[in-house]
Structure formats: C-alpha cells, structure tokens
C-alpha cells in the first residue's frame, strides 16, 4: 500500500512511462491544480497535501492494466478536475485521451490545464455524457462518475468486447458488482494502491442481458 508522498513519487517512478518529460508534465499539473483550487473547488484543500498520493498516483495506478499496445482513444468520463484522464495523458501523451466533462468551470480548467501541459493528442468533450457521439473506444475509464449500473447503462454504447474498462469506486466497489444483475461481464475488483478501503472495478463488457421473458 503507497501511504505518503515520497511512496508515491517513487511508485511513479519505476513507471515505464514516467520519463523526465511525463514527470514535468505531472509538476505542472501539480502547480496548476494549486492555484486553480483557489478559484474554485477542483478537489478538496486537504487533499493538496497529499496532491501526489490521492490523485496522481491514484489515477496512474490505472495504466499497469492497459497494455502498451492497446490502441487508442481512452474515453474518461466526469473527468472533473483532470483525474483520472489528465494524468493518463500526461503519462500517455501519444494516447488520444477524451475528457468527457459538462460542467462549464470545469470544461474551461481542463482545456487551459490540457493546453499547459502541451497535450496535442488530448481532448476535452464538453457535453453531457447522453450527448456525445457513440464512437468504439479502447479503454473507459470513470473516477466516482455514477452508480456501475446507471454508468453501464450511459456508456456501453462505447464499449466493444475488448474494451477495457477501468473504475475506481471507492469501498462500494465489491457491492456494487454483486448487486449488477443486468450485463455479461468479465469484471472483477482490483485494490487500490492508495487506499486499503478502495478497490477498482476492472474488465471487459459482453453485453447486456436478455430481457426475462
């Protein structure tokens, strides 16, 4: 388990694709967030703190299942303040990254943050999930986005059965996968690297149950 700062930096170190040019990016990031959190409330005061542990490595601990060779886009969903799709990009900079966000603030802080960090093949989507045009992805990603049923149910149009899907939930995530009845799935929970209380719903999609007759 990565429990302080210095941990943290040093689990993204020995990242593959944490190079001095990821590193920097993720820097800038880090200074970005600070002062944008002043405007308005990206992420909690408390968490500035531990900037490293509970939101650059908690998103980065996604990429070790997503094969380098997976092709792109990733899709991330509710990206909010740039977590986890920001530091996937900034990790990932060759990967075409869309950042699915429609809260106007946050749209705008994603794109200045995106243009900053000099991420080309990043994108910003600002729209509601229920708007954004249906196009197949590689990975979906969705940090405390929505309930597994209803985020299924607005996203599997995305998904094919090789998508890998990747979300984190917190401690819900075990009860939330023994509650969904509705879809064939090859899911299954992940810990957290970041906390002992939180594990990652992780896998593939096959579809949506036939409705009972």
């Known amino acids: 388990m990565i429990e302080t700062e210095d941990q943290a930096r040093a689990w993204l170190a020995q990242l593959p694709e ?14 970005l967030l600070v002062e944008e959190n002043q405007r308005q409330n990206l992420v909690s005061a408390a ?14 601990q996604l990429l070790p299942h997503v094969p380098r060779e997976t092709t792109d886009p990733w899709l991330d969903l509710g990206t909010g303040a740039g977590f986890p799709g ?40 600002g729209q509601r999930l ?3 045009e249906t196009r197949q992805v590689s990975v979906i990603s969705a940090r405390a986005f929505a309930p597994l049923e209803r985020l299924l149910a607005l996203s599997a149009r995305f998904s094919t059965s090789d998508t890998i899907w990747l979300l ?37 999609l096959a579809g949506r149950k036939d409705k009972a007759k």
């Open 18 to 31: 944490c190079d001095a040019a990821a590193l920097e990016r993720l820097e800038l990031l880090c200074a």
């Open 86 to 125: 920001l530091v996937i990009a900034a990790l990932r900079p060759e990967c075409e990254v869309l950042m699915v966000e429609s809260r106007k603030r946050r749209i705008e802080w994603l794109d200045r943050a995106r243009i900053a960090m000099g991420l080309d093949r990043a994108q910003v989507i």
């Open 130 to 132: 229920e708007m954004v």
């Open 47 to 60: 968490s500035l703190d531990q900037v490293w542990l509970r939101h650059i490595v908690d998103s980065a």
């Open 168 to 204: 984190p939930k917190g401690r819900s995530a075990q009860q939330e996968l023994d509650d969904l009845r509705k879809w064939r799935h090859m899911f299954h929970v992940e810990q957290s690297l970041t906390d002992p209380q939180a594990g990652i719903i992780a896998g593939t």
